[in-house]
C-alpha cells in the first residue's frame, strides 16, 4: 500500500451522521500526526482536523463540537466521526499525515460526502 484509503462516505442529510475510515500505509502513520482533509466543489483542498500520535486533537473553528478525529494505531487507522452535518461540509475528504504538503507524500482517491438540505 502506498497511498492512504478513505472510506465511510455518502449521502446523508442535513443533521445527520456518517463516520470515516483511512486505513493508511505504516510509513504515513507511525510516528506522525494524521489529518483529515476535505475539497470542497471549486475550492483548495483544507485541513479538518488533526491528531497527534499520543492521541491530541485539534479541530478547526467551523467543526468543532461536531466532528471527532481518533486513531487505532494498532491497525494504522484514522477516524473521522462526524455529526450535526451541514450542507457546507460537503466535498471530497481525504486523510494524510499532517507534513503531506511538505514532503509530498501521495493522496488517495478520498471520500465523497454530501449533505444535502
Known amino acids: 500500500q502506498v497511498q492512504p484509503v478513505e472510506s465511510g462516505g455518502g449521502l446523508v442529510q442535513a443533521g445527520g451522521s456518517l463516520r470515516l475510515s483511512c486505513v493508511a500505509p505504516?510509513?504515513?502513520?507511525?510516528?506522525?500526526?494524521m489529518a483529515w482533509y476535505r475539497q470542497a466543489p471549486g475550492k483548495q483542498r483544507e485541513l479538518v482536523a488533526r491528531i497527534s500520535s499520543s492521541g491530541y486533537a485539534y479541530y478547526v473553528g467551523s467543526v468543532k463540537g461536531r466532528f471527532t478525529i481518533s486513531r487505532d494505531n494498532a491497525k494504522n487507522t484514522v477516524y473521522l466521526q462526524m455529526n450535526s452535518l451541514k450542507p457546507e461540509d460537503t466535498g471530497v475528504y481525504y486523510c494524510?499525515?499532517?507534513?503531506?504538503?511538505?514532503?509530498?507524500?501521495?493522496w488517495g482517491q478520498g471520500t465523497q460526502v454530501t449533505v444535502s438540505s
Open positions: 505504516e510509513n504515513t502513520f507511525v510516528n506522525n500526526n
Open positions: 494524510n499525515a499532517d507534513d503531506v504538503w511538505a514532503t509530498g507524500r501521495a
